[in-house]
């Protein structure tokens, strides 16, 4: 076969392959589109209270990162920070579940006057009687709010805590705002954020290959 014959047949197998990948990516942005998995009325009703019941503010929320946080200080002078990211999926044996993923909460409250905080690491899901809750993995007490050298006692592993003392540092973090509405907020806030980021890397992939 000539050289030109060859070069001809190699480009029209590239244009077919991107013509496919194009067909492809387009498919999955339509479904995307048309997919509104976290936008039905219970989730959103859920989600948009959540800042006024818990009188959180949302601090950052950038469509570039994948973390949210949120801020409240009290009258008396206490701050509550929140950190939070999508974590690992969760697995529903029923299958009725409206967010796959867990999030990732990070606590912080700090008292005023003093420079050290505590930080609790919790595991926010979807609890389908009961709309969403959180556990608790760990629980540090830090002098400073700068990070720990690996030498400093963070404390022992929260599972291995008297169940009572357990069971109050969660009401400890209830009673400050971390409740059902705030959770749902968060499940509700993260997978909607994912879901467009996921879209948004689509169509800059669909705009690339249609280019040429």
């Not at 990211?85 to 999030?103: A, I, K, W």
């Not at 700068?146 to 003392?165: A, E, H, K, N």
């Not at 540092?169 to 909607?192: D, M, P, Q, S």
Request: contains cysteine.
């Amino acid at each position: 076969m000539p050289p030109r014959a060859t070069q001809v047949l190699r480009r029209g197998r590239k244009a077919l392959e991107d013509l496919n990948l194009l067909k492809v990516l387009q498919s999955e942005i339509s479904h995307e589109l048309s997919s509104t998995p976290f936008q039905d009325k219970k989730s959103s009703s859920q989600g948009d209270s959540a800042q006024e019941s818990s009188s959180f503010a949302l601090e950052w929320n950038s469509s570039q990162s994948q973390d949210v946080v949120l801020r409240r200080k009290s009258e008396s002078g206490e701050e509550v920070a929140i950190s939070a990211l999508l974590g690992q999926e969760t697995f529903d044996s029923e299958g009725e579940g409206n967010f796959p993923r867990e999030v990732l909460m990070k606590v912080c409250v700090k008292k005023p006057g003093l420079s050290s905080i505590l930080q609790f690491d919790c595991g926010v899901r979807e609890k389908h009687v009961h709309g969403s809750d959180f556990d608790i993995h760990s629980a540090y007490y830090l002098e400073s709010s700068t990070i720990p050298t690996s030498s400093v006692y963070r404390g022992p592993l929260f599972s291995t805590l008297d169940p009572q003392l357990q069971d109050a540092l969660k009401e400890y973090l209830v009673a400050r705002g971390i409740g059902k509405n705030l959770t749902n907020f968060l499940l509700l806030t993260l997978h909607k954020k994912e879901q467009g980021q996921y879209v948004n890397w689509l169509q800059k992939l669909e705009s690339f290959v249609a280019k040429d």
